[in-house]
């Protein structure tokens, strides 16, 4: 995992943790004095449930990690939870800090096999460690808190199937239709990204089609096949649309793009270009070449390269 979605899921926990400790240690008090007793127990957390935020269940557990209350949900009490052994949860592998608050990582429920997360509190008297409260949550009840993150546009190179990078000198570029048609099919990609709405676009050289995206529509994607990368009335199916003001990559630079894949996948016949994508809202390219391996950068990064160096990259 990269370091901006570790920064973006840390600050998200730091928020959720200082939302769910305050009342957890407040209920951990209440419990205290109560402990060993079952019925007890079950009526502080059946009081305290509404003051834990989203909480789906609350319980208690002995320091062995033995519950000894039933599960507390808004549903009532779930007697058949009373006594399970809680030793082999995730979240009970993990170390609560010395101020007696963890916030688990997340995890797959046994209940319903969905993300959840859990809270522990410790239960003190005194001076004695009595055991745990623990609250558990759904993460569909979470609010995000965070920011959304914004993806790196730093370069990224990420290895594929490693049968492929064993094979790759064993094999050699087979001229696909959309090859012999590259130019025309640049023209009409232009066409679509600067005056047509399109805004994403994976070309597949190998299988000579592209897989579009348009902003009119952009939860459904389309996919034009080499007759219609090669036929410029493509283009009146689609409305004129001004090139939005919101994109990374400037116009009049698309074709460059568009064109430096199309050199890409030409330079090497043995290492080279399977497919590519563009997104002129991240400024986000993608290059795959026939080793499986794929790059990630800008599109600046990309136009700032040379053939030498791609293809030196790829290999």
């Known amino acids: 995992m990269n370091e901006i979605l570790k920064t973006a899921i840390h600050h998200q926990r ?69 006594g399970r052994d809680r030793s082999g949860r995730p979240y009970m592998r993990e170390s609560v800090p010395p101020w007696g608050f963890l916030l688990s990582d997340a995890y797959l429920s046994l209940r319903v096999n969905r993300p959840s997360l859990t809270a522990l509190q410790i239960v003190r008297r005194d001076e004695e460690m009595l055991g ?10 979470l609010p995000v808190s965070a920011e959304r993150y914004e993806e790196s546009v730093d370069w990224r190179q990420i290895k594929g199937d490693p049968s492929i990078r064993g094979t790759v000198f064993q094999q050699h570029r087979t001229e696909s239709v959309i090859d012999r048609n590259m130019e025309s099919a640049c023209a009409i990609l232009q066409e679509l990204f600067a005056d047509r709405g399109l805004f994403q676009a994976v070309i597949h050289f190998s299988s000579s089609r592209s897989t579009v995206w348009f902003m009119e529509d952009p939860y459904r994607y389309r996919i034009l096949d080499h007759e219609a990368l090669s036929d410029p009335d493509i283009c009146l199916l689609y409305p004129r649309v001004p090139y939005p003001d919101e994109a990374v990559i400037p116009r009049q630079d698309v074709l460059k793009v568009l ?3 199309r050199q890409l996948r030409m330079a090497d016949e043995t290492l080279y270009l399977r497919s590519s994508s563009i997104n002129i809202f ?33 290999a």
């Open 14 to 82: 730091v928020a959720l943790a200082g939302m769910l400790s305050p009342p957890l240690a407040e209920l951990a008090q209440q419990c205290a004095n109560v402990w060993g007793s079952r019925e007890q127990l079950d009526s502080v957390l059946r009081d305290g449930l509404r003051s834990v935020p989203h909480c789906l269940f609350l319980y208690a557990m002995d320091a062995n990690s033995i519950q000894i209350s039933d599960n507390v949900g808004v549903g009532g009490l779930l007697p058949e939870y009373f």
């Open 132 to 141: 745990y409260i623990a609250a558990d949550f759904d993460l569909r009840d």
């Open 259 to 261: 064109n430096g894949m």
């Open 282 to 314: 991240n400024g986000m390219i993608s290059l795959t070449f026939s080793c499986d391996g794929t790059h990630y950068m800008s599109w600046r990064e990309f136009l700032d390269k040379d053939m030498t160096f791609w293809v030196g990259c790829a």
